[in-house]
């Protein structure tokens, strides 16, 4: 859930509740997903100044995103920016959220490489949504990236595509965890059972 996301509004909660889904809420904006083995994340953490002329704020940043990611997927599905999502033709298959702060920003992407379409059913339909969508289910709304690429081929042109941007070099996550000297503390959270049905119990008074 986005950091402003309103359990009773956005999840099934009696059916969360039942079968334990683990819900968090994340310290970034944007809409509510389903998260497994089949979400593919891309992140962007970059300082102020990492991107020449880039003003930091939500549409330029999205409009900065979409330009690289046209790249990736140059003539494969009709691939477009509409509204805050990554869509092929009017089918959502990408999601986007951000922070800013004073001297730095990131953007990041939970791209529906698969799902299960049995967890669809943990989410509400939004009160808040894209015009684009037109009152269509979770389903008639939203596609899998697998049917247009391989993961791999995916992988690849990000990768390419970003080099266009910024030097890169891989590390691995030990690496990372090492070096860092000052504590982290995440904002990130779990919600806890009570703070769920608590949730649940308000919505229905």
């Given at each position: 859930m986005g950091v402003s996301g309103k359990p009773a509004e956005l999840l099934e909660i009696e059916s969360v509740l039942d079968d334990q889904v683990p819900v968090i809420r994340r310290f970034t904006g944007g809409g509510t997903v389903i998260v497994d083995h089949g979400t593919v994340f891309v992140t962007f953490i970059c300082?102020?100044?990492?991107?020449?002329?880039l003003q930091p704020y939500p549409r330029p940043i999205m409009s900065w995103s979409s330009s690289l990611y046209?790249?990736?997927?140059?003539?494969?599905?009709?691939?477009?920016?509409?509204?805050?999502d990554y869509v092929f033709g009017n089918h959502k298959f990408g999601g986007n959220a951000q922070s800013i702060t004073k001297n730095r920003w990131i953007h990041h992407t939970s791209f529906l490489w698969d799902f299960n379409v049995q967890n669809m059913s943990y989410l509400k339909h939004p009160k808040r949504a894209p015009a684009y969508?037109?009152?269509?289910?979770?389903?008639?709304?939203?596609?899998?990236?697998?049917?247009?690429?391989?993961?791999?081929?995916?992988?690849?042109k990000t990768v390419d595509a970003t080099e266009t941007q910024f030097s890169?070099?891989?590390?691995?996550?030990?690496?990372?965890?090492?070096?860092?000297?000052a504590e982290f503390c995440p904002s990130s959270r779990f919600l806890t059972n009570e703070e769920l049905e608590a949730a649940a119990v308000?919505?229905?008074k």
């Open positions: 300082n102020k100044e990492a991107v020449p002329n046209s790249k990736v997927f140059q003539g494969i599905g009709d691939f477009h920016l509409r509204e805050n969508r037109s009152a269509r289910s979770h389903l008639d709304f939203i596609c899998r990236m697998k049917d247009y690429m391989p993961r791999s081929t995916f992988m690849d890169l070099r891989p590390i691995q996550l030990e690496a990372i965890r090492t070096c860092t000297e308000a919505l229905q």
